[in-house]
Structure formats: structure tokens, C-alpha cells
């Protein structure tokens, strides 16, 4: 019946679809950006051999949170054999973009026994890199710092506190400079701790309720989940007393 219906009508030829629009750099971003996270999600749940793969080819790309994990299986020696200095290249690319790289390399820097080649400054690089991560608000940074901080506790010196108060003043002096959501939860952090400055839970409850405020639709974010630490209600008890 060709173009014809039944009834004799001339049926209406099809349309030509319009083009679809060009999409903007930052949409090609984001697609690139989600691609990229789809990708690194999958090498988490892969064969080590396919993780290896994948996180090689993201790296590639320049993706931070894989370079960190494939730094993690060159530590480790898994599915790869095992090389520090391979694995610091990787976390020194991806330091700035991810804390926890930047607590690995100051892991590193205090257990040189490791490396192939030895470095004169190893331990200071380890200094500055956990100093570093404390300053992004990284929990874990804190009781590593005091360990190795308080390390030659009783001595007439003690080169590594020295190492450490040069790094966590510039570190501190920082995050008050800043004074932004993230500055304030890890000046909290500070203070909790008791790591550069003396321990002072209420004020690291101030940092945190500071935090907290310049971020106040978000029941999750790091400084309220600091203010529900116990130690918190523990010291309202003893401003009521």
C-alpha cells in the first residue's frame, strides 16, 4: 500500500529525527567522571588480575582513588610483587587529591627498611605527610602521630617531635587561616587528640559545632559525626555539675 492507508489517505512520511545537541565540556566531564568511578567500583569486586587491570587503566587516566589502590597492591605485593618505591610514585601522584595516600607515605616514611633505595629524608617525608593527613581531618593520623611523637619521650632531645612541631605548626596555622567546614573539623581533631596543641575537649567541640554550622542541612558530615562521640556528652555532665 506504499504511503496509502486503507481508507485511501496519504499517509504522513516519517520525520527525520533532530539532531541531538551537543553536549558541553562539562557534561563530558561528568560522564568521563562517572565512567571512571563505574570502573574503579568494578575493580573492587574483581579477580586481582582484572582489579590490576583496571586500576592500571584508570591510573592511566589519571584517576586518583585508583592510583591509591594500585599503590596499595604494589605495598602489599598483591597479584604484583611487592615495591615500595612503586607504590610511593603512585601515592605521591595522588597525595594532594587523597588523604589516605598521604598517610600511606608517611607510614612509609618511618619504616625505610622497606625501600630498595635508601633516603636521607625519609623520616622527615614521613613527618610532613602524616602532618599532612591530620590536616585533611584524617582520623587515623592522630594516634600515629602521637606514637611516633612521644617516641623518645624522657631523652634531652627528641628529633622527631622537632620534625613534627615544625610540620603541624605550618599545618595548624593553616586550617585557622582557612577557617572553613573541613579547617574547622580537623582543628576539632587537633584538640581532641591533643596533637600540636594541648588537649581541650571543649575546644574541639567548638571546632566541630563550627563546622557543623557552616554546613547545617547535613546530619552526616564529619563534625557531626564527631559531636556524637560519647566523650562529648560526658563533658556536658560535667558543665552541669
Known amino acids: 500500500m506504499g504511503l496509502f492507508s486503507l481508507f485511501g489517505k496519504k499517509m504522513d512520511e516519517p520525520r527525520e529525527r533532530d539532531p541531538e545537541p551537543e553536549k558541553t565540556p562539562e557534561q563530558l566531564a561528568i560522564e568521563k567522571e562517572n565512567d571512571q ?4 567500583g568494578k575493580s573492587r569486586r574483581s579477580s586481582p588480575q582484572e582489579k590490576y587491570r583496571l586500576l592500571k587503566e584508570l591510573t592511566e587516566e589519571g584517576f586518583g582513588a585508583a592510583k591509591y589502590d594500585l599503590g596499595l597492591m604494589y605495598q602489599n605485593g598483591e597479584y604484583v610483587n611487592e615495591d615500595w618505591e612503586r607504590a610511593r610514585e603512585l601515592f605521591m601522584d595522588c597525595a594532594e587529591e587523597i588523604p589516605w595516600a598521604a598517610y600511606a607515605l608517611g607510614i612509609m616514611g618511618f619504616h625505610p627498611n622497606h625501600y630498595q633505595v635508601e633516603r636521607d629524608d625519609q623520616v622527615g617525608e614521613g613527618a610532613y605527610y602524616l602532618s599532612q593527613a591530620a590536616g585533611r581531618g584524617l582520623e587515623a593520623a592522630f594516634p600515629e602521630i602521637q606514637h611516633w611523637y612521644h617516641l623518645f619521650d624522657g631523652r634531652e632531645v627528641n628529633p622527631i617531635a622537632r620534625l613534627f612541631d615544625a610540620e603541624l605548626k605550618d599545618v595548624f596555622n593553616e586550617l ?32 566541630f559545632e563550627r563546622s557543623a554550622a557552616l554546613n547545617p542541612d547535613d546530619n552526616f558530615s564529619s563534625a557531626r559525626r564527631h559531636l556524637r562521640n560519647p566523650i562529648f556528652d560526658l563533658l556536658e555532665e560535667e558543665e552541669d555539675e
Open 37 to 40: 568511578i563505574s570502573r574503579w
Open 176 to 207: 585557622k587561616e582557612k577557617a572553613d567546614e573541613k579547617s574547622w573539623d580537623a582543628m576539632g581533631l587537633f584538640y581532641q587528640n591533643g596533637v600540636y596543641v594541648e588537649q581541650d575537649l571543649t575546644k574541639a567541640k567548638e571546632c
